[in-house]
């Protein structure tokens, strides 16, 4: 019966952040101007997307702690590491919407709030990775390292996958249903859809960007909920079947990567030149350049529950990639 009603106070909410969207986006009044290049929506949009998932986090939160369904969500110390990395990454990444901050300025903020939260709170910690063709973990002897760096660079992977409407949000979404389906932490991550769900109506109708910040804030909370499974559940996710999940948001991100480099250009420098672009370019519909986008990220997921060994369906998803974009580069 609790549930119940958390569910209900949670849909209320977001409904009423829909139906009254414009007053609210007025009265904050942060926008994402166009400017011809990068931005190329026709007027300015409302990235305020970041800061309704942020709120709906903490209220979700506190009503599963008030009513004592503390198995519902992180748990002791955790929970208060992964709120401070959630809210300092959904922060950082508003400046940079507002300040449209230096790439290196950003990466040394991104690199500060996760050695902070780490260090005052060792819950967040990866020991060891489990390969699921290995008979033995690979312990890491400078474990704060790898963290550190891997929560890097999955904001910057999920920032830069959030690059046309919708596509991040049915990403995050297909993650969250992983989540449930797997039993972990399930009323939390229904209860964060429904939030999706609103999101994803109003990005739909170009009125509402999750920016910066909604892009951190992700990856915040799917980097903690990877490292919480390893410890908490049985049938977690193996370390390759993480990076099989997050292949194509991490093969794009590599692959622009070199690109930039190659071209004597910062490594985290805007462009148009991801996967969604080149999709788009041709397509010129992004309604179907989503769709082909998330089938593509949809694809991985579906030859590893067929129990198919992760290098094989790494192969098969790399060649897949590389082979869309050749064919949509040529068909340009």
């Given at each position: 019966?609790?549930?119940?009603?958390?569910?209900?106070?949670?849909?209320?909410?977001?409904?009423?952040?829909?139906?009254?969207?414009?007053?609210?986006?007025?009265?904050?009044?942060?926008?994402?101007?166009?400017?011809?290049?990068?931005?190329?929506?026709?007027?300015?949009?409302?990235?305020?997307?970041?800061?309704?998932?942020?709120?709906?986090?903490?209220?979700?939160?506190?009503?599963?702690?008030?009513?004592?369904?503390?198995?519902?969500?992180?748990?002791?110390?955790?929970?208060?590491?992964?709120?401070?990395?959630?809210?300092?990454?959904?922060?950082?990444?508003?400046?940079?919407?507002?300040?449209?901050?230096?790439?290196?300025?950003?990466?040394?903020?991104?690199?500060?709030?996760?050695?902070?939260?780490?260090?005052?709170?060792?819950?967040?910690?990866?020991?060891?990775?489990?390969?699921?063709?290995?008979?033995?973990?690979?312990?890491?002897?400078?474990?704060?390292?790898?963290?550190v760096v891997s929560f890097?660079?999955?904001?910057?992977?999920?920032?830069?996958?959030?690059?046309?409407?919708?596509?991040?949000?049915?990403?995050?979404?297909?993650?969250?249903?992983?989540?449930?389906?797997?039993?972990?932490?399930?009323?939390?991550?229904?209860?964060?859809?429904?939030?999706?769900?609103?999101?994803?109506?109003?990005?739909?109708?170009?009125?509402?960007?999750?920016?910066?910040?909604?892009?951190?804030?992700?990856?915040?909370?799917?980097?903690?909920?990877f490292i919480y499974q390893?410890?908490?559940?049985?049938?977690?996710?193996?370390?390759?079947?993480?990076?099989?999940?997050?292949?194509?948001?991490?093969?794009?991100?590599?692959?622009?990567?070199?690109?930039?480099?190659?071209?004597?250009?910062?490594?985290?420098?805007?462009?148009?030149?991801?996967?969604?672009?080149?999709?788009?370019?041709?397509?010129?519909?992004?309604?179907?350049?989503?769709?082909?986008?998330?089938?593509?990220?949809?694809?991985?997921?579906?030859?590893?529950?067929?129990?198919?060994?992760?290098?094989?369906?790494?192969?098969?998803?790399?060649?897949?990639?590389f082979c869309l974009i050749?064919?949509?580069?040529?068909?340009?």
């Amino acid at each position: 019966m609790e549930i119940f009603f958390i569910f209900l106070f949670i849909f209320l909410f977001n409904l009423t952040i829909y139906l009254k969207f414009e007053k609210i986006s007025e009265n904050l009044i942060f926008f994402d101007q166009p400017d011809g290049k990068l931005k190329k929506h026709s007027k300015p949009v409302s990235f305020i997307g970041g800061l309704i998932i942020l709120v709906n986090l903490y209220l979700i939160i506190f009503f599963l702690k008030m009513l004592n369904l503390d198995n519902s969500i992180f748990e002791n110390n955790f929970l208060y590491a992964f709120i401070l990395l959630s809210t300092l990454f959904y922060f950082i990444g508003l400046i940079d919407d507002l300040k449209n901050l230096k790439p290196n300025i950003k990466l040394f903020f991104l690199f500060l709030s996760i050695i902070l939260v780490i260090y005052f709170f060792p819950e967040i910690k990866l020991e060891h990775i489990k390969i699921s063709f290995l008979k033995t973990n690979y312990h890491f002897k400078y474990s704060g390292i790898f963290l550190v760096v891997s929560f890097a660079l999955l904001a910057n992977a999920m920032n830069m996958f959030d690059g046309i409407n919708l596509q991040l949000i049915s990403f995050s979404c297909l993650l969250f249903i992983l989540f449930v389906l797997k039993g972990f932490m399930p009323i939390f991550f229904i209860l964060l859809l429904v939030c999706f769900i609103f999101l994803a109506i109003l990005n739909f109708k170009n009125k509402v960007f999750l920016g910066d910040g909604g892009a951190y804030l992700i990856s915040a909370v799917v980097g903690c909920t990877f490292i919480y499974q390893y410890d908490k559940f049985d049938n977690f996710f193996f370390g390759d079947e993480v990076f099989i999940i997050l292949i194509i948001p991490a093969i794009d991100m590599l692959r622009l990567f070199f690109v930039r480099i190659i071209n004597k250009k910062h490594p985290f420098k805007g462009d148009l030149n991801h996967f969604h672009h080149i999709v788009n370019n041709y397509t010129k519909n992004t309604s179907v350049t989503v769709f082909i986008t998330i089938t593509t990220s949809i694809i991985p997921i579906i030859l590893l529950f067929l129990n198919i060994n992760t290098y094989v369906v790494l192969i098969l998803s790399l060649f897949i990639y590389f082979c869309l974009i050749a064919y949509f580069r040529f068909k340009v």
